[in-house]
């Protein structure tokens, strides 16, 4: 068995992590993120419980399993949040999914003020304030699309309904 870095496994045995006094469950699956020349692998659970920590497993405890990928489709919203002293957010809705690029639009966002320069704000379908743009389609170590419109943000995926705080200079 031929594992590498990024290829998802499922524990087949319980494993205490050294930073943990709880044990990673059998059947937890997890990413890889480092295997050594001696051929032990470090990876990380993918389990709310763990925070991204590597757990330590010889590769007889773990089996080789398919990656988990949620490939977006036309019309799924993204947002990024940015901004220095101030939280800016931009939304984007897909208008075509290629190979590995996604092409997106910027769209209208809702705002709520709760006080003089905050408040909240959510995604309008639909609504286009820019032109398709393409961007290199990433994944999360939990199969989560992301993609980098800028070097100093990230969008992610978010549904229609969401609301996301806010905060501007005057």
Not at 23 to 29: K, L, N
Not at 53 to 70: A, G, L, S, W, Y
């Amino acid at each position: 068995m031929n594992i590498r870095k990024n290829d998802r496994v499922r524990l087949i045995n319980a494993v205490k992590p050294r930073w943990s006094i709880h044990e990673v469950p059998v059947g937890t699956e997890a990413v890889v993120c480092k295997v050594t020349r001696d051929g032990v692998i470090h990876c990380v659970p993918d389990s709310d419980d763990f925070y991204g920590n590597p757990v330590v497993v010889n590769p007889c405890q773990v089996v080789k399993i398919d990656r988990k990928e949620n490939k977006p489709e036309v019309g799924d919203l993204f947002y990024c949040s940015w901004g220095y002293d101030q939280v800016n957010i931009d939304f984007y809705q897909v208008t075509n999914v290629l190979n590995k690029m996604v092409e997106v639009r910027s769209i209208e966002g809702t705002r709520q003020y709760e006080g003089p320069m905050n408040g909240k704000t959510c995604p309008v379908p639909n609504e286009f304030t820019s032109e398709p743009r393409r961007f290199l389609l990433k994944y999360s170590v939990r199969g989560c699309p992301f993609f980098k419109p800028a070097s100093y943000s990230v969008a992610r995926q978010c549904r229609a309904d969401s609301e996301f705080n806010f905060s501007e200079w005057a």
